[in-house]
């Protein structure tokens, strides 16, 4: 009798900030980091900026190899393994809000300023 094993690996995608809540002086810069596990090759964390009574809005994104678009000024990307940062460079009152790192797949974790 023969006997096959069958393993099936799942990898599960995980994000987390450790900042929960940052306040920082107008004028001053700073940064935010995302712990990621599982991200797959090919794919993006993206974060986004949330003001009370708005829509999200998209500040920029990086691979997971580290290539970053950044679609609003004003801000920076950082990545160190698998950490990916965001930087406010000068913080100003349009600012303020709520921070989400997030992947395509639900996941997304917050920071408020």
Do not use: P
Not at 7 to 28: A, D, F, M, W
Not at 80 to 109: F, P, Q, R, V
């Amino acid at each position: 009798q023969q006997w096959m094993a069958l393993l099936i690996c799942v990898e599960s995608l995980s994000l987390k900030q450790s900042k929960k809540v940052e306040v920082k002086l107008k004028g001053k810069s700073v940064s935010f980091t995302c712990e990621v596990e599982g991200l797959a090759s090919g794919n993006f964390v993206h974060w986004y900026h949330k003001k009370d009574g708005e829509t999200f809005k998209r500040l920029l994104y990086t691979s997971k190899s580290g290539t970053a678009t950044t679609e609003a000024k004003g801000f920076a990307t950082q990545k160190t393994g698998n950490l990916y940062g965001i930087k406010i460079i000068t913080i100003s009152d349009e600012h303020a809000g709520m921070y989400y790192c997030a992947s395509w797949d639900g996941s997304h974790s917050e920071t408020t300023l």
